[in-house]
């Protein structure tokens, strides 16, 4: 799972710490990836940050939806 993020981003933080909610459950390894340190990412995600990827699939911007989130992994075959 790869997190699209930026500094001093107050969402974007919120978002990371709902999924280490999850991390345990699923077993999900969280990788971020700070959008500023890269043109095209800042280019593709400056105002939408943050984005959250899952198997190489864009499934959130800007918020997480919990409920929607337990939907993936679980037909992502994550579940425990």
Known sequence: MTVYTRRDCCCCHKAIEVLKEY????????????IDADDDLRA??????????IG??????GVVNRVLLE???EAEGKGA
């Not at 991390?23 to 700070?34: A, E």
């Not at 593709?44 to 990827?53: G, N, Q, S």
């Open 44 to 53: 593709k995600y400056d105002t939408t940050v943050p984005v959250v990827a």
């Open 71 to 73: 939907r993936i992994l």
């Open 23 to 34: 991390r345990r459950k699923y077993g999900l390894r969280i990788v971020t990836v700070d």
């Open 56 to 61: 190489g699939k864009v499934r959130f911007k």
